[in-house]
């Protein structure tokens, strides 16, 4: 019963930028680490960020200096703002979290970066 719904892709022009949200929601009694992947055609889903429920935060060197993580520990969301972007951030972003002790998914969202 336990979800994640991400919300916030879509098209965008190079240097433009988006913020992502993903919503927990369900019986949740720990939800530690969340994180952002991605992943374009043809290549294998990849780590972008992540973070934990005291704030330590990791970042894929591609996006270091353009994304932030940031979470809302009381309303169970993780946040990815995105700035600067480039057509190579082209993918569909997926929220994950360690929920009850089990890796859960959303969805996954839609980002376009293009002219």
């Not at 930028?17 to 290549?43: E, N, T, V, Y």
């Not at 990849?46 to 973070?51: D, H, N, R």
């Not at 005291?54 to 309303?75: E, H, L």
């Amino acid at each position: 019963q336990v979800q994640l719904v991400e919300s916030g892709g879509g098209l965008v022009q190079p240097g433009g930028s988006l913020r992502l949200s993903c919503a927990a929601s369900g019986s949740i009694f720990s939800i530690d680490p969340m994180a952002w992947h991605r992943q374009a055609p043809g290549k294998q889903r990849e780590l972008v960020a992540s973070i934990h429920r005291y704030g330590s935060t990791n970042y894929a060197d591609s996006v270091k200096g353009r994304f932030t993580i940031s979470r809302d520990n009381a309303m169970n969301t993780v946040y990815l703002e995105m700035n600067n972007l480039k057509p190579e951030d082209t993918a569909v972003y997926y929220c994950n979290a360690q929920i009850n002790f089990k890796s859960m998914w959303g969805q996954g969202t839609q980002v376009t970066v293009s002219s």
